[in-house]
């Protein structure tokens, strides 16, 4: 069934099981041009800090950024420099893409409109059958990168449409599975193959999105449990080229070695990987959601280059969810959060959008919003997050 998206409503969890298990660089190309900053959204031309890769001095007007290349960070496009102010930071383009082109902004909504898919895929490796739903973008005939987006533990898969629309509003596939996750007879390793189920399935002689996905370009996603699982799936499958991980947690409780693996010992893997986390449940009374020895921490330590962890001042397990106030029981196990939903959901976004945008559209400039000067001012300088790479 294809539905058009009218607007974004994350259906409410319907949880009654009690969970005790936590939610369980390139170098730059020198083609800068001198003298020409980052176009600044409400200031217009470019900074007077601005500088190319040659050196000299930008082109008068409100305060911008670079636009030649800068080393590893921006491959061949320009980078928006730290001073630029409000929307100036990237305006209407902030950061200048490959030969001058102009990047969209990945914390503001994308340039595609979307529809939407829902199917019931098959995994006969493991004997499951679960809903998926797809969003991707509706008139523009592709190929796109193909994205899962893996739920958590505890977790439905309908918490993570808005953040799944907001990455395919980019000129994404992203499937977002409903595969099993319950509280008994937990088994990562079946659910990995089900994520690799959805990705067979999508490709598929019958799969009404095939067409639009180019099998070359495949990433993974997920948030808790489904940041490891998209981890052991990247590890089995080496069509994933690209995985960036939302508060994972590499917990094994209740499960043997054999069906919950620790996803850490798969790390490195040879692609790119990035974290965000936080570390308000690194610790609790009773049972952390997040905790200290399995959190995200731990698959950037075990990651290679290149790689990133962004640590956010504040948030907790669940303010990665489209609408926490809703979640339930699970969301009452994990300590109140101390910063705003919509600024980590807003911070989220971006970096999904970033990421994948530069990993599988290889699009250099958007290093920028990861662990460049406009992140660094966005979200260090301000004090929301950290950044540290590898």
């Not at 917990?251 to 798969?266: E, R, V």
């Amino acid at each position: 069934m294809v539905s058009k998206l009218r607007h974004l409503l994350p259906v409410p969890s319907l949880l009654a099981v009690l969970m005790i298990a936590a939610c369980g660089s390139s170098d730059g190309d020198s083609a800068g041009q001198a003298g020409v900053g980052a176009t600044g959204g409400s200031g217009g031309a470019a900074g007077t800090g601005g500088t190319s890769a040659g050196g000299q001095a930008g082109s008068a007007g409100a305060t911008g950024g670079t636009a030649g290349a800068t080393g590893g960070m921006a491959g061949s496009a320009g980078v928006a420099g730290a001073s630029g102010g409000g929307a100036g930071q990237a305006g209407a383009g902030g950061t200048s893409g490959s030969g001058g082109a102009t990047l969209n902004d990945p914390a503001q909504p994308g340039p595609f409109t979307l529809t939407s898919v829902d199917a019931t895929v098959d995994v006969p490796a493991v004997g499951t059958s679960f809903a998926t739903r797809c969003f991707l973008p509706d008139t523009e005939p592709g190929p796109f990168p193909l994205i899962t987006f893996a739920h958590g533990f505890q977790l439905p898969a309908s918490q993570y449409y808005v953040s799944a629309q907001h990455l395919a509003g980019f000129g994404f596939v992203v499937c977002v599975p409903e595969y099993p996750a319950g509280l008994f007879n937990p088994n990562h390793a079946n659910n990995a193959k089900e994520l690799l189920g959805v990705i067979d399935w999508a490709l598929g002689a019958s799969s009404p999105i095939a067409a639009k996905i180019d099998p070359q370009r495949i990433g993974a996603t997920g948030h808790s449990l489904g940041g490891k699982l998209s981890i052991i799936a990247a590890s089995q499958d080496n069509r994933i080229k690209a995985v960036f991980g939302i508060d994972p947690i590499d917990s094994s409780k209740n499960c043997n070695p054999t069906d919950c693996p620790d996803a850490t010992d798969l790390l490195p893997l040879p692609i790119p990987t990035g974290f965000v986390g936080e570390t308000i449940d690194a610790q609790a009374s009773f049972q952390a959601c997040a905790p200290a020895d399995s959190n995200f921490e731990t698959f950037f330590a075990g990651a290679s280059s290149p790689t990133f962890k962004v640590h956010i001042d504040g948030a907790n397990h669940m303010s990665f969810l489209d609408d926490p106030a809703s979640c339930g029981l699970p969301c009452s196990f994990c300590n109140a959060p101390t910063r705003d939903h919509d600024e980590v959901v807003s911070l989220l976004h971006a970096y999904l959008a970033a990421f994948f945008l530069r990993h599988l559209d290889g699009e250099a400039g958007y290093d920028d919003y990861l662990t460049g000067a406009t992140a660094q001012q966005r979200y260090v300088q301000t004090g929301v997050a950290t950044i540290e790479l590898k």
